[in-house]
């Protein structure tokens, strides 16, 4: 009962940090001080209860999911508030919680053999976000014109066309650079993107109007990666770790 309580206790927090993520591309630090606050007696339950093994057990998970997190944060990979949110999970559900409902026991597939629940939530959400560039391509099919698709397939998996006047109205990030010719503009893919700022979307909207360039441009949405956090948080605890699901999967065929 405490393992679930302990989840449920988390969970409004994950929610709360996945609309600011989408909101305004940031979650303060408030939020998870807040988590662990609210949680604190379950660290203290579970200390109570198991003594000097669990908080060493504790520590060095909290340790390795920090150095995890760190190195993947100095190599821009990672976010400040995803990097906080999984320390936070780590210290909370430092292992698997064991969970029954309705006589069903939870994970479904149960503990995989690197027993580090926030690591097993990072590796989930890493593999569900493939779910986004599929979704983007089911939309660029049902959106675009063959002549677009044909052009650039590549782009339908990775972002969208927009209209130049609308941009600056979204978080979302250019795909292409460009630069002006004489016939016109010219636009090339770039792996960092165009942030757009207020002046890029003015020297955009001006090059629409003095007809040099299509009112459209390739945008990628950038998506908060609270979102795939939260979701590989709810896929641990249901499912279990999909990447020692699929390994063993693949390692019976």
């Known amino acids: 009962m405490m393992e679930l309580l302990k989840v449920l206790a988390c969970m409004p927090f994950l929610v709360y940090a996945c609309y600011s993520d989408i909101k305004s591309r940031r979650v303060v630090n408030e939020v998870w001080v807040a988590m662990f606050g ?18 060493i057990r504790n520590l060095l998970t909290f340790a390795f999911i920090y150095l995890f997190v760190y190195v993947l944060f100095q190599l821009g990979a990672f976010g400040g508030a995803d990097a906080k949110a999984l320390m936070v999970i780590s210290l909370i559900v430092p292992t698997f919680p064991a969970i029954t409902l309705f006589d069903t026991s939870l994970p479904l597939q149960g503990t995989p053999l ?13 593999i569900l976000t493939v779910v986004v560039p ?44 460009y630069k002006e010719t004489e016939e016109g503009i010219k636009f090339s893919f770039t792996r960092a993107g165009t942030d757009l700022t207020s002046n890029v979307i003015a020297q955009l909207k001006h090059q629409v109007r003095a007809g040099r360039m299509d009112d459209s441009v390739w945008v990628t949405p950038g998506l908060p990666f609270m979102i795939p956090i939260t979701a590989g948080f709810i896929t641990a605890i249901v499912f279990g770790d999909l990447i020692f699901y699929l390994t063993m999967q693949f390692m019976l065929m």
């Open 114 to 126: 690197i027993d580090v629940f926030a690591f097993s939530v990072f590796g989930n959400s890493i």
């Open 38 to 55: 609210v949680c604190y007696i379950f660290i203290l339950y579970d200390f109570m209860a198991l003594g000097i093994p669990y908080l």
């Open 134 to 177: 599929l979704g983007l391509f089911i939309y660029n099919l049902l959106h675009n014109p063959l002549r677009e698709t044909l052009r650039r397939p590549l782009y339908m998996f990775i972002g969208y066309r927009t209209p130049v006047s609308r941009l600056g109205k979204d978080h979302i990030r250019m795909i292409e650079s």
